[in-house]
């Protein structure tokens, strides 16, 4: 299966649907986004991006309420509510705290107030 991303004129995901990969088959028989897009286009209207549960392409899986950001060529998620210390690692284009989560096999919960992390109760 094929994952397409519907988008909005922000850029904004509205919906993901998947296709079946034939229908993405150019004339040589090779898959193509752009034949993706044009079936669904055909279909619903709208303006379709491919996505992939693997993250292969556009970093990140699109969902409901993400963004598509045209210069990184990836789906970025809203930032975490509440967490103004996060920032949007270039790389993965995933939100990530300013101290990496404890590896010690304990629970823990970011408190934005101290910015650090916190046993979880």
């Known amino acids: 299966m094929a994952h397409f991303a519907e988008i909005d004129s922000n850029n904004k995901v509205l919906r993901v649907m998947a296709v079946n990969n034939n229908v993405c088959l150019d004339s040589n028989g090779q ?7 044009q079936f669904l286009r055909r279909l619903f209207g709208g303006n379709w991006i491919q996505t992939s ?5 556009r970093k990140n899986y699109a969902g409901v309420g993400m963004t598509y950001d045209r210069s990184r060529d990836a789906f970025i998620a809203l930032k975490p509510l509440g967490q103004d210390s996060w920032v949007l690692n270039e790389d993965t284009c995933r939100w990530e705290p300013p101290i990496p989560y404890p590896t010690d096999g304990q629970l823990y919960e970011w408190n934005e107030r101290s910015k650090s992390w916190v046993l979880a109760p």
């Open 53 to 57: 549960y693997t993250n292969c392409i």
């Open 31 to 37: 898959e193509s986004e752009a034949v993706g897009q």
